[in-house]
Each structure stands twice: as structure tokens, then as C-alpha cells.
């Protein structure tokens, strides 16, 4: 092949490249649909005293209270909407009340529950701190977990667990009996129904039930049943990771507004995406660094309702307050 053979096969290829790079910006990567939201406060710092920090990783918004998984210092600390400092509660331990790495939060029913990571189990607590009572211990198992990461609450009282090293989702009743489960025991899947170490899920307020499929970078839907209704996350959400609008690096916690829309803790990305029910990419807040409105590893996300968002800056040991702009 000649000099100038060669310098139009380089061109058409050249042309080539350029048309998919567009088709994938067009189809893949889709664009703002809402007003940016901005920074409005933060507090905590890395340390074991109140207010502080060490490896925070879950949240919840409760009325005027938020509460928030101090996962290293093996407690909840509570704040009001302000972050002012309202009290705490745990110790670290496998007892009744203490806390092995608490992780994704869920409110209920006036009650708190955790994720504890360490204990393989959920634990219930009163909203003031008083421990309810335990459900699960370690093993694969019916009714047995390998490191939770996230628990919803349906209106009947069922459980759903995203079991993180059991590769599965279980359903549970509210006394913990085993009802069914979508995944296969500890089997890593990437086609609809497995998971790549779930780490969240969240029960809509028509019952569809959302799972963080952490290792997926991806969301998936499903029906109280366990039946897959839809999926979304980069191109096919197949385990494709990327840092476009739409796409995740590993997603940890999973919260809706009170629209239902989904907002999803994108991990690695350092950011919060906000979708539609039907996982329409709508907006994103934060990205990389240690200044305000900065994330390090941005690892969970909560509602109040008012609309602020509050998420868990995991290793700049902080808490973030975000509101929306007005148009």
C-alpha cells in the first residue's frame, strides 16, 4: 500500500471513529433536564468526638432530624437539618444496641434500621437510640447474610436486603422469616436479576423496588415479586463504568424525593446523579476534591422534605447540604 493509500485509509478511519464517538454522545450520554443544584453548607471532620467522623457511610432524613452512620466509630450520630449535634448512639460489639460497621440507613415506622455490615445482620433501633431487636445472622443461607449493605422497608413491613458478598436480594418478613430472594447465592451476574455485589435498595412509593447493583455501575427495577422491569447505567447498563452523565463507577446508596425521583450516590465519580422514576438522567451535583461542594468518594445519598439534599462525603469524613437553584 502507497503513501497515499495509506493517508486515505487513515482518513476514512479517522471519519469513522469521529461518527461513533457522536452516535455515543447521542444515544449514550444524555443531557441536563434540570436546574443544577448548589452547595449550601457542611459539617463534620475526621475524629471520635461528637460531630465528627470516621468513615462515615449511610444517611437518613427524618423530619427535622438527620441521622447518619459514623461506620469506624461504630455508631449513629444525629443532627438536626443545620448539622448542629443532637446525640448519638452504639458502641462497637455484636451485643443487643452495639454496631460492628453500621452502613445504609432506612426510617420506617418510627424506627431506624441499620445495615451492619461486620454483624451480618439488620438492627432495629427507636428513633431516640433505644436497640429494638436484630434480624439475620452470618451465613449464605435463607434469612442469612454475608455483609448487608442496605435494607428497604415495604408498607406491609417486609424487608428487602441487599446481601453484599451473597451476590442476592432477600426478601424477608417483618419478623425476618424468609419469603424469597432474586440473585444467585453468592454468584457475581451481570444479565438482568444478578448482581455484582448489591450494595443498596429502596422501595418506591408505587412498590417498584430499586437495587444499587454496586459493582454493575448499574440501577435495576423490580416488582414486589422479584420480577425485572427495567435497568439503566451505561450503554446496555451492562458493567460498562464511565464518568458521563447517566453512567456510574460503582453505585453505593440509592434515596427518592417526593416525586420518586431516584438519586443515586455514584461513588468513584465523586458525585450524586438524580433520575426519573423511569431512570431518565435529570441533573448531578459535586465532583472530585476537598473544597466546598467537593466530594471524595461520594458514598450516600438522602432527601429531606423540603428537597435539600444530604450525602455522605466518605473520605473527607463530612456531610453535605445541597439545594436546588430557582429558575
Same mark, same amino acid.
Given at each position: 500500500? =502507497?503513501?497515499?493509500?495509506?493517508?486515505?485509509?487513515?482518513?476514512?478511519?479517522?471519519?469513522?471513529?469521529?461518527?461513533?464517538?457522536?452516535?455515543? !454522545?447521542? @444515544?449514550?450520554? $444524555?443531557?441536563?433536564?434540570?436546574?443544577? %443544584?448548589?452547595?449550601?453548607?457542611?459539617?463534620?471532620?475526621? +475524629?471520635?468526638?461528637?460531630?465528627?467522623?470516621?468513615?462515615?457511610?449511610?444517611?437518613?432524613?427524618?423530619?427535622?432530624? #438527620?441521622?447518619?452512620?459514623?461506620?469506624?466509630?461504630?455508631?449513629?450520630?444525629? @443532627?438536626?437539618?443545620?448539622?448542629?449535634?443532637?446525640?448519638?448512639? &452504639?458502641?462497637?460489639?455484636?451485643?443487643?444496641?452495639?454496631?460492628?460497621?453500621?452502613? =445504609?440507613?432506612?426510617?420506617?415506622?418510627? /424506627?431506624? %434500621?441499620?445495615?451492619?455490615?461486620? =454483624?451480618?445482620?439488620?438492627? #432495629?433501633? &427507636?428513633?431516640?437510640?433505644?436497640?429494638?431487636?436484630?434480624?439475620?445472622?452470618?451465613?449464605?443461607? $435463607?434469612?442469612?447474610?454475608?455483609? $448487608?449493605?442496605?435494607?428497604?422497608?415495604?408498607?406491609?413491613?417486609?424487608?428487602? #436486603?441487599?446481601?453484599?458478598?451473597? *451476590?442476592?436480594? *432477600?426478601?424477608?418478613?417483618?419478623?425476618?422469616?424468609?419469603? &424469597? *430472594?432474586?440473585?444467585?447465592?453468592?454468584?457475581?451476574?451481570?444479565?438482568?436479576?444478578?448482581?455484582? %455485589?448489591?450494595?443498596? #435498595?429502596?422501595?418506591?412509593?408505587?412498590?417498584?423496588?430499586?437495587?444499587?447493583?454496586?459493582?454493575?455501575?448499574?440501577?435495576?427495577?423490580?416488582?414486589? =415479586? +422479584?420480577?425485572?422491569?427495567?435497568? !439503566?447505567?451505561? $450503554?446496555?447498563?451492562?458493567?460498562?463504568? &464511565?464518568?458521563?452523565?447517566? !453512567?456510574?463507577?460503582?453505585?453505593?446508596?440509592?434515596?427518592?424525593?417526593?416525586?420518586?425521583?431516584?438519586?443515586?450516590?455514584?461513588?468513584?465519580?465523586?458525585?450524586?446523579?438524580?433520575?426519573?422514576?423511569?431512570?431518565?438522567?435529570?441533573?448531578?451535583?459535586?465532583?472530585?476534591?476537598?473544597? *466546598?461542594?467537593?466530594? /471524595?468518594?461520594?458514598?450516600?445519598?438522602?432527601?429531606?422534605?423540603?428537597?435539600?439534599?444530604?450525602?455522605?462525603?466518605?473520605?473527607?469524613?463530612?456531610?453535605?447540604? !445541597?439545594?436546588?437553584?430557582?429558575?
Amino acid at each position: 500500500m =502507497n503513501s497515499k493509500n495509506i493517508k486515505k485509509y487513515l482518513y476514512r478511519l479517522f471519519l469513522v471513529v469521529i461518527a461513533l464517538i457522536v452516535l455515543i !454522545w447521542l @444515544f449514550f450520554i $444524555p443531557s441536563s433536564k434540570e436546574p443544577d %443544584y448548589v452547595f449550601d453548607m457542611s459539617w463534620g471532620t475526621a +475524629g471520635k468526638a461528637a460531630g465528627e467522623f470516621h468513615d462515615p457511610t449511610g444517611i437518613a432524613v427524618f423530619k427535622n432530624e #438527620v441521622f447518619v452512620s459514623d461506620a469506624r466509630n461504630a455508631r449513629i450520630q444525629v @443532627f438536626d437539618l443545620n448539622g448542629h449535634f443532637k446525640r448519638q448512639f &452504639g458502641s462497637k460489639g455484636d451485643g443487643p444496641g452495639q454496631l460492628g460497621r453500621p452502613m =445504609n440507613l432506612t426510617i420506617a415506622n418510627n /424506627e431506624l %434500621y441499620v445495615a451492619d455490615y461486620w =454483624n451480618d445482620r439488620i438492627e #432495629v433501633f &427507636g428513633l431516640d437510640g433505644k436497640p429494638h431487636r436484630d434480624i439475620g445472622h452470618t451465613g449464605t443461607g $435463607p434469612g442469612e447474610f454475608s455483609s $448487608p449493605g442496605g435494607v428497604a422497608v415495604a408498607n406491609n413491613g417486609d424487608l428487602y #436486603v441487599a446481601d453484599f458478598y451473597g *451476590q442476592r436480594i *432477600q426478601h424477608l418478613d417483618a419478623n425476618g422469616t424468609f419469603i &424469597g *430472594q432474586w440473585g444467585n447465592t453468592g454468584k457475581i451476574g451481570i444479565t438482568a436479576g444478578k448482581f455484582n %455485589y448489591p450494595t443498596d #435498595v429502596a422501595i418506591a412509593k408505587n412498590g417498584m423496588i430499586y437495587v444499587a447493583d454496586g459493582y454493575n455501575d448499574r440501577i435495576q427495577v423490580f416488582n414486589a =415479586n +422479584g420480577e425485572f422491569v427495567r435497568k !439503566w447505567g451505561g $450503554p446496555f447498563a451492562s458493567n460498562i463504568w &464511565g464518568p458521563f452523565n447517566g !453512567w456510574f463507577a460503582t453505585v453505593t446508596s440509592i434515596n427518592f424525593d417526593k416525586k420518586d425521583n431516584v438519586y443515586v450516590a455514584d461513588f468513584y465519580n465523586n458525585r450524586i446523579q438524580k433520575f426519573s422514576p423511569e431512570g431518565v438522567f435529570l441533573t448531578s451535583l459535586g465532583h472530585r476534591g476537598t473544597g *466546598q461542594g467537593e466530594f /471524595e468518594k461520594a458514598i450516600a445519598v438522602a432527601v429531606a422534605d423540603d428537597g435539600s439534599v444530604f450525602a455522605v462525603d466518605f473520605a473527607n469524613n463530612r456531610i453535605q447540604k !445541597w439545594r436546588q437553584k430557582q429558575e
